[in-house]
């Protein structure tokens, strides 16, 4: 998994550390600029609302074509939860979803320790892990408190 020992948001840095060479057309480079910059993982739709202030011209297709390209590269990921949009995460640290089944917020949860998935979960011996996509649900803190 390619780890950001920056803090930088440059896509060009990003790019490099995940080993992609995804084109940097300037859609493109704002699109991942916005979801960098957002910590509550948008939709397709709110990336777009976010990027048009930038980029008047910009259809929403090109939205969901540079979306896509950025989650082939590795360079954001895509965090899917039943019955709901798919949302958007520019965060390269190892991290897990934590999701509240009251409000539909989406927060990232930092890895704490460097846990070994065999010992949490049954695996098929002999299968290699490449990376851990996991999603807990819940109530956040808000909601929690109400
Ligand atoms: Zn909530
Ligand atoms: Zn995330």
Redesign the pocket.
Known sequence: MPSLTTTSHSLAQAANAAGSDVRMTAARKEIYEVLAESRD?PTATDVFLRVKPRIPGISLATVYNNLEALTQSGLI?Q?NLERMPSRF?A?QHE?V?FHCDACGC?M?ADVQANIDPPQHWHLPAGAQINRLDVTIRGLCPKCAAQ
């Open positions: 993982h990921k965090v995460c965060n991290h979803h989406v990232d």
